[in-house]
C-alpha cells in the first residue's frame, strides 16, 4: 500500500512492527537515508543495532545469494526485541527475491526495510510494494518538507523554545538547505541553546546558519538592489577568486530582480508574494520587501531587460571580458534611481 504526505510522516515516526515491510525510493539519497534511519530507530530502539536486532543486507550481496534475506528474517539473535533486515540501494531486479519473502513472512519475523533510489511507475519493485495488501510503499520527492516534518525535526533536536519569527525562518531555511544539512544545522543550534530557556531568535539562526558561496551571491545582488555601488567590487573580485561564473551572477541578478518585480506587482503587498514564493534565501526576505518600496515597477521592468541583454552578451561570441561585462550591468542597476 502507498502512503503519502501526512500518512507517511506519521508513519515513519512510529511504524507498525506488524507490517511485513517498508520500501522508500527517491532521488535524494541523504533524504532516503534520514528516513531509513528513523524508521529503524523507532523499530528496534538506541540499542537494537549493538544488540545485533539489525541485519544490513547489500542489494550486490543479495542478487548473488538469495537465501540471504530469508534467513535474516527468520534468524532469532540472543536478545529479545524486534528486528530489522534492511536491504540497500534495491533495485528491479531483487522485485522476485523480495517477493518471495514476503509470501515467507510470518508475525514475529524480522521487519524488511528496503531502500532504493528513483523509480518509475512501472517499477516492478515499487508495484511489488503498491500493491502488497499489507507492505507499505513511500516514495520521497523534493518538495519542501512540511511543518510536521519541521516540528519533528526539532523536536528531535530538543529546540521547543522557538518565537514566531524565528519559526518562519526555521522552515525558510529547511527549504534552502538538503535535509542532511538541516538536520546539521538543528543540532548544531540546539548545542548552542543547551542550558538557554530563552526563545530562539531570527538573529540566532542567522549566526548559525551555514554560510556558502550562494549566500556571497546573495549579499553581491542584495547591494545591488540596495543600491550600493560602492559594495559591489570587493564582493565580485572575492566571487571571482572563488570561481564563480558571470553567467551564473547574471542569472542570480535575475532571478532577484524578477521576484521583486512580482512582488511589486502583487495586489496584496510584497510581504504577501515574497511569503509564497519558494526559493527565496530567509536571510534575504525582509531586505527584499524593503527593496520592492524602492523600486518602481518601470524600473524593474528596466533592470529585467538589461540583464537579459548582458546574459545574451555573456553567451555570445563577444570577446568583451565577460566579468567586467556583468561588474558593468550590476553597477549600472545600482546607479539606478526611482
Not at 142 to 167: F, S, V, W, Y
Not at 170 to 183: E, K, M, S
Not at 301 to 326: F, G, K, N, Y
Request: include cysteine; charged fraction near 25%; glycine fraction near 6%.
Amino acid at each position: 500500500m502507498i502512503l503519502k504526505g501526512a500518512e507517511a510522516a506519521r508513519y515513519f515516526a512510529r511504524p507498525d512492527p506488524g507490517k511485513p515491510a517498508l520500501l522508500i525510493f527517491g532521488a535524494d539519497p541523504m533524504r532516503v537515508a534520514i528516513k531509513r534511519q528513523d524508521v529503524i530507530a523507532a523499530l528496534i530502539g538506541p540499542q537494537g543495532e549493538s544488540e545485533m536486532r539489525l541485519t544490513r543486507i547489500p542489494a550486490a550481496d543479495l542478487r548473488k545469494d538469495a537465501a540471504l534475506l530469508s534467513d535474516a528474517i527468520k534468524a532469532q539473535g540472543f536478545f529479545p526485541g524486534p528486528r530489522v533486515a534492511f536491504v540497500e540501494d534495491a533495485t528491479d531486479s531483487l522485485a522476485p527475491t523480495l517477493s518471495n519473502a514476503l509470501q515467507d513472512w510470518r508475525a514475529g519475523d524480522a521487519t524488511i526495510i528496503v531502500t532504493a533510489g528513483s523509480l518509475t511507475a512501472k517499477s516492478a519493485l515499487k508495484t511489488l510494494f503498491e500493491k502488497h495488501p499489507s507492505a507499505i510503499c513511500i516514495g520521497l520527492y523534493d518538495d519542501p518538507p512540511t511543518r510536521e516534518e519541521i516540528e519533528d525535526a526539532l523536536r528531535k533536536a530538543g529546540l521547543t523554545a522557538i518565537d514566531r519569527e524565528a519559526m518562519t525562518d526555521l522552515t525558510a531555511l529547511a527549504r534552502t538547505l538538503d535535509p542532511g544539512d538541516f538536520r546539521q544545522t538543528l543540532e548544531k543550534i540546539a548545542l548552542y541553546k543547551h542550558g538557554d530557556s530563552t526563545p530562539l531568535t531570527p538573529a540566532e539562526i542567522a549566526a548559525l546558519a551555514p554560510a556558502t558561496v550562494e549566500t556571497e551571491v546573495d549579499d553581491l545582488i542584495a547591494a545591488v538592489a540596495d543600491r550600493k555601488p560602492e559594495a559591489i567590487g570587493p564582493l565580485l573580485r572575492r566571487l571571482e577568486a572563488q570561481g564563480t561564473q558571470p553567467v551564473g551572477l547574471c542569472i542570480a541578478a535575475m532571478r532577484h530582480f524578477r521576484a521583486l518585480h512580482a512582488a511589486v506587482s502583487e495586489p496584496g503587498g510584497a510581504a504577501s508574494a515574497l511569503g509564497r514564493m519558494r526559493g527565496i534565501n530567509y536571510k534575504a526576505r525582509d531586505a527584499m520587501i524593503r527593496q520592492a518600496n524602492h523600486w518602481s515597477q518601470k524600473k524593474l521592468e528596466d533592470a529585467i531587460a538589461h540583464l537579459v541583454e548582458t546574459d545574451l552578451t555573456l553567451r555570445s561570441a563577444s570577446r568583451a571580458p565577460a566579468m567586467a561585462v556583468m561588474e558593468r550591468a550590476l553597477l549600472k542597476l545600482a546607479w539606478t534611481r526611482g
